[in-house]
């Protein structure tokens, strides 16, 4: 079993859906949580960092981490044609230097 | 800013040589690791630099090493290339004011290596 599990899709949605992609883990130890986004032939893009539990909001997107689950969740609303790329969540040890440990990724695809 | 540059962008290499990849990292940045991403794996972790030691190394074999300068800036290498190799080579850097502050890492563009 994988410590990062993430639906690789794809997922496709029409514009101006809410999108919502997620990531289960199985290491408790888990503290620090990321959101990456990477367009094809790129290399990743951060769009969230969390610590612990709780929401951060930034512009159309929602991180969630729910540690009690070992669950986390990015939220996208009124998606746009731009937003079409591979999602990967990414964690890290608290103290743990800067090693990551990425899901698989989920490709979207958000058409007009 | 300039962000992550990582060179050469592309790399052919045949079966058995050996390549060196670059990456200088965001200005400020001391922190320097390298994860190798592939359609069948994913993102997986190499090996991460600070202060021109390694300190943190994930599981791949001794073929894959690195080392970081003076200047932050680093390189990665690998020896005794096999088919399996071929992938992007991604480059994070971050901050790290110390061991206890953890902060974002940021990514360059990577170098898609291909052996043949």
């Known amino acids: 079993q994988k410590e990062v599990e993430q639906d690789p899709g794809p997922l496709s949605v029409p514009e101006g859906a809410i999108v919502s992609l997620n990531c289960t883990y199985s290491?408790?130890?888990?503290?620090?949580f990321m959101w990456y986004r990477q367009y094809s032939r790129k290399g990743p893009e951060l769009l969230m960092y969390?610590?612990?539990?709780g929401n951060k909001e930034d512009g159309r997107f929602t991180a969630q981490v729910d540690k009690s689950s070992k669950y986390i969740s990015l939220f996208i609303r009124d998606s746009q044609p731009s937003d079409s790329a591979t999602y990967l969540c990414a964690m890290r040890l608290s103290g743990g230097y800067n090693k990551l440990i990425f899901g698989a990724g989920t490709r979207l695809a958000v058409h007009p | 800013k300039a962000g992550v540059t990582q060179t050469p962008r592309y790399l052919i290499k045949t079966r058995g040589q050996q390549v060196t990849l670059s990456c200088s990292p965001i200005s400020g940045h001391r922190s320097v690791s390298w994860y190798q991403q592939t359609p069948g794996q994913g993102l997986q972790f190499l090996f991460e630099?600070?202060?021109?030691?390694?300190?943190n190394k994930g599981n791949f074999p001794g073929r894959f090493s690195g080392r970081q300068f003076s200047n932050s800036r680093s390189e990665m290498n690998v020896s005794t290339l096999e088919l399996g190799d071929s992938a992007l080579y991604l480059c994070a850097s971050s901050p790290d004011a110390g061991r206890l502050m953890n902060t974002e890492a940021f990514f360059g563009q990577g170098t898609r290596l291909t052996v043949v």
């Open positions: 630099y600070f202060s021109e030691t390694q300190r």
């Open positions: 290491n408790s130890a888990f503290q620090y």
């Open positions: 969390t610590y612990s539990s």
